[in-house]
């Protein structure tokens, strides 16, 4: 099978129908998108084998992983279909105030689907951030219809999960247009989609250059669009003293295996280990270089990937004041990537911006602060993150106030002695932050929140009963929640 | 008193320092918030004969309007400062999953303000789209602080409402650098502020040409913020036979006194009557025309908006089919804007795209359709607009769907029966809508949900209880509605 661009009229031809789709798929109940997500899950479950098959082969990524990769994406779909058919997205709104002299308008409100949504698949997540991933999921619970641009180091994949979608589509007799899959190795092809007109919205999960080059392009339409695109980020880990003295060993054991889980390939991946210089930090160095040596290289996701990462490695360790203190034992093999831990004083890092970025792969920086205040310092200079980390015990937390404030300003989510690898999906979880670790700092893109990404509010005054959606008529008997004169009901 | 540009330094200054206050008014209570919003609202009430005298000075509105905008204004301020503390906006939200193997991370989420905001007040609102206005309210409530740039046509008011706003803070023992009133009726002086690093987001109420170029700027920075810029709206009405059968003088009455209110100088002035050829609709056209003539012709808000309006309805009335059929039987003086009314026909109105745009001032346009398709093309060939209006019965209504699909995607509210000016201030208020009437259709201007435009999400994962605010606690007793596991409690 050919997995070519898609030519200028194709993509047209996909635009035009996904358009014509969203009028009648707009309408659809809560209950319908929610059979939709459910009939797309249980196709994939259907198709595990070959898409587990595929994966492996297109993006060298291990069986296991990939099984619990499908799991998720699964719970994804489940989870963000029963949260739209609960419609507390809605935000379902009455306002009446029969007192006044003259009497007021009877106002109502609720969220409507913004339109058709492209959405870019990710390299490293090949089924919960591509084709019938997260972004898909809540596009498709908010009303909106879906065209997926698949990764193109992964068509395979992306075909069979695209099948997946059609299929369900089709059980559950709905119109064809409501997803289209197109292919486009070159930029060209994403340009076309997220400048076309009648395109609404756009999801992305990928490199800084592509999200902001999205970004660009939405913003100098005739109408602009928003984009939400999820760019990665260096995910700082503060390493307090007490805490460090406490554990220095079990902490150097949850940050290796943190920075080099799944090669490295998370956008969650701690980057930078900050620590303040004392014997404890001596301690957890050496821990870390020991467990470091030990890692064994393993295949990234595809050859672009490996040799950014191998010039990226090169040029950072070529950086001023920048050590490479260990790196995994055995040598790479062709394709793979070998874990590389360094270090850097906080004044080096500070003054050298390249050292703030991103390094995808199994890499990370320890950051070595004379005492707290050059750590705050370190805190102040950081770029926005998807995630940091606070590993302290809690009375060194209640005393760093001024860190926590600086954090909680920088990132999507903060979290207390963990590691920012692994993202829970939960309404409660953000998996966003302020840029550029996103285009848009209001919204992200895991948990059944997402949803919001893709929708706005519309007004209703005075509007026939008979007229509006159930749950927005006075005597309605709906279990969706609903604002009466501003208060839940 | 001189009201002459702030310099670069000084901007410089009133950035650095609201900056600086955003570290500790973020961190401030939503009780202290909602005083602060009531204690403005009571210093704008103290000096109501000053505000309004100077009002009517700076923007020729009669006092009756202006002390009505006032009221407005102090509602908006105490009823954003309640729904402040009352704290839905917050969507405070717990997940923990006690029962899984292995133990899940505690994740819990709420709304986080922004940081500093700037407002670029409005010259036809002095008062509830100004200095102690809508925007200033919501960022208020919000816990962003506050950088308004003073309308330049009404500096007296603004300088009047700012002190108003800087004696509550101090009334409330706050910081002063909460909130800073700059002037600058350059370009350039707006420029430095939406460019300046430490700026997080700017509203804006104005012109399509103001609002886009913030936007322009603001999506060219380095770090990208959102602008919420209202620009304004046609605000199309749909006349639907047997509804205008019903009452043609009626509807005309309703029509004619809407599109001159304020002296035509509302964003939802309805700027387009949309009919089918019948004798109903010429009733209705006689009836307009009667009315037009008896309108009298008023003081514009300044001079600048009167040449506008002046040149711009020279160029409509100019245009291929366009016919002037009523006008105000009176000449407008010095400054006045004459009610306008003209007509054209559907096929001339879509082929012309200037008559599809906005003229600020007493001036409506009777859109003549053949037929109910061609009605159709026009909604379809409607820009983003704040509100469509649609006049009809019940069972006409009901046989419209293609219709209301049409306009609900291309509106943020949807009128029945009824005239677009007059905007509620409640919760199910929407004061927004699809480019080109807002930047960002997701969010809107007017109610309590205006807040939502100043925060994101933060999520925290195990994070210290007693390092949380009071209402992510587990066992808080706040009364402060929270997601438990993707369900309200």
């Known amino acids: 099978m050919s997995y070519s661009d898609f030519s200028r009229s194709q993509i047209e031809e996909c635009v035009a129908k996904s358009y014509a789709a969203f009028s009648t798929y707009s309408q659809s109940t809560l209950a319908t998108r929610n059979q939709l997500l459910h009939a797309i899950a249980s196709e994939l479950e259907k198709q595990r084998s070959a898409l587990v098959a595929a994966a492996a082969l297109e993006t060298n990524l291990p069986e296991a992983r990939l099984n619990n990769e499908l799991n998720r994406t699964i719970f994804q779909l489940e989870s963000y279909g029963d949260a739209c058919e609960r419609g507390y997205w809605l935000e379902a709104s009455i306002d009446q105030d029969t007192s006044s002299q003259p009497v007021k308008p009877v106002i109502k409100k609720h969220m409507i689907p913004m339109g058709p949504v492209v959405v870019y698949g990710s390299s490293n997540f090949p089924f919960a951030y591509s084709t019938a991933g997260g972004d898909t999921a809540s596009a498709l619970a908010a009303g909106c219809t879906v065209i997926v641009k698949a990764h193109p180091a992964h068509p395979k994949t992306s075909s069979i999960a695209a099948s997946c979608i059609e299929k369900a589509i089709a059980t559950c007799q709905l119109q064809s247009g409501i997803f289209a899959h197109v292919y486009g190795a070159s930029f060209q092809v994403g340009e076309w989609l997220v400048k076309h007109p009648l395109i609404s919205a756009v999801a992305f999960t990928g490199s800084f250059t592509g999200g902001k080059q999205l970004f660009d392009w939405a913003a100098q339409r005739a109408i602009p669009v928003p984009v939400f695109a999820e760019m990665g980020s260096v995910n700082p880990v503060f390493l307090l003293s007490e805490k460090l003295e406490q554990e220095p060993t079990q902490i150097a054991a949850q940050l290796s295996a943190s920075?080099?889980?799944?090669?490295?390939?998370?956008?969650?991946?701690?980057?930078?280990?900050?620590?303040?210089?004392?014997?404890?930090?001596?301690?957890?160095?050496?821990?870390?270089?020991?467990?470091?040596?030990?890692?064994?290289?393993?295949?990234?996701?595809?050859?672009?990937?490996?040799?950014?990462?191998?010039?990226?490695?090169?040029?950072?360790?070529?950086?001023?004041?920048?050590?490479?203190?260990?790196?995994?034992?055995?040598?790479?093999?062709?394709?793979?990537?070998?874990?590389?831990?360094?270090?850097?004083?906080?004044?080096?890092?500070?003054?050298?911006?390249?050292?703030?970025?991103?390094?995808?792969?199994?890499?990370?920086?320890?950051?070595?602060?004379?005492?707290?205040a050059e750590l705050l310092l370190v805190a102040q200079a950081l770029e926005g993150q998807l995630t940091c980390t606070l590993m302290a015990t809690v009375s060194e937390a209640k005393a760093s106030q001024e860190l926590i404030r600086l954090l909680e300003q920088r990132c999507g989510r903060l979290i207390f002695n963990g590691v920012p690898t692994g993202v829970e999906v939960c309404k409660s979880m953000h998996h966003g932050g302020p840029f550029p670790a996103t285009t848009d700092s209001r919204f992200g893109a895991v948990g059944a929140d997402a949803i919001k990404r893709f929708i706005r509010p519309l007004a209703y005054q005075n509007w026939p009963e008979e007229l509006l959606p159930d749950y927005l008529q006075d005597n309605s008997l709906t279990s969706i929640p609903r604002y009466r004169n501003g208060v839940i009901e």
């Open 259 to 372: 920075y080099t889980l799944g090669v490295g390939q998370f956008c969650t991946k701690p980057g930078l280990l900050i620590g303040m210089e004392s014997e404890a930090l001596n301690l957890f160095c050496d821990e870390m270089i020991k467990l470091t040596k030990q890692i064994q290289p393993s295949q990234l996701l595809h050859a672009g990937i490996e040799h950014l990462y191998r010039t990226k490695s090169e040029q950072l360790i070529a950086q001023k004041g920048v050590e490479l203190i260990a790196q995994s034992q055995q040598q790479a093999g062709v394709g793979e990537g070998q874990a590389l831990l360094t270090r850097v004083t906080a004044s080096d890092w500070l003054e050298n911006k390249l050292l703030h970025q991103e390094n995808f792969g199994p890499y990370t920086q320890i950051i070595v602060c004379k005492n707290y």
